[in-house]
Structures are given as structure tokens and as C-alpha cells.
Nanobody, 126 residues
Framework: QVQLAESGGGLVQPGGSLRLSCVAS???????MAWFRQAPGKEREFVGA????????EINNPMKGRFTISGDAAKNAVYLQMNTLNPEDSAVYYC????????????????????WGQGTQVTVSS
């Protein structure tokens, strides 16, 4: 059983930055880890993912150029650097882990992820 713990959320002004962290404990699979987000009244949205084998990284198009995903396999950790935040980025951000080394086209599908963290709130407001 793997546990995922997110941290780093909070309140930030528009144009600001935040760095989210997710650490896997228990029995991490070191396959694919991802970030999703969900705003009130909206569906869960893919943010980005990293696959440990090959180091493939993917960021959803609306966030490209502002968000960066990285990881530290030795620490079973994945990070999400978010820059130039705007109010539309406000959401609960969830870390997720898949049991598979997902191909890029599959990374954005939440059904392929079997473990989820509790989420961390990000609020962008002046």
C-alpha cells in the first residue's frame, strides 16, 4: 500500500509562484506519478506527469510555459513548480501514482492511477 502526501499549497497573489511537493511512502512503485487538480464544480483536470523510466515528462497544454514537473526517484518525490499563477489556477491539487509506466497519451487519464493523495489547496487571489 502506497501513501501519497502533498504539501506546499496556500494562498498566493496573481502572478506569484508556488512549489508543490508529493512524497510517496509505503510501497511506491516508481512508475508514473502525476498531478491533477479540481476546482469547485469542475471535473478533475490533468496538470502534469513524470515517468521514472526514461524520465518522460508531460505538462497539460494550458499550463505549459508556466508549470514544471520534476521528481527525485531516490526520495520517491515529485514536485510541481507553478509560476505566473492566475485565479483560474485555484483548485485542490492532487498527487497520483500509477502502477504502470504510462505512455504519454495515457498520462492524463485519471483511471490509470491507483493511488491518490488527499490534496492540497491552492488559492490565487489578491
Amino acid at each position: 500500500q502506497v501513501q501519497l502526501a502533498e504539501s506546499g499549497g496556500g494562498l498566493v497573489q496573481p502572478g506569484g509562484s508556488l512549489r508543490l511537493s508529493c512524497v510517496a511512502s509505503g510501497r511506491p512503485s516508481r512508475t508514473t506519478m502525476a498531478w491533477f487538480r479540481q476546482a469547485p464544480g469542475k471535473e478533475r483536470e490533468f496538470v502534469g506527469a513524470i515517468r521514472w523510466s526514461g524520465g518522460n515528462r508531460e505538462i497539460n497544454n494550458p499550463m505549459k510555459g508556466r508549470f514544471t514537473i520534476s521528481g527525485d526517484a531516490a526520495k520517491n518525490a515529485v514536485y510541481l513548480q507553478m509560476n505566473t499563477l492566475n485565479p483560474e489556477d485555484s483548485a485542490v491539487y492532487y498527487c497520483a501514482q500509477s502502477n504502470s509506466a504510462l505512455i504519454t497519451s495515457a498520462m492524463g487519464n485519471p483511471q490509470y492511477y491507483s493511488a491518490w493523495g488527499q490534496g492540497t489547496q491552492v488559492t490565487v487571489s489578491s
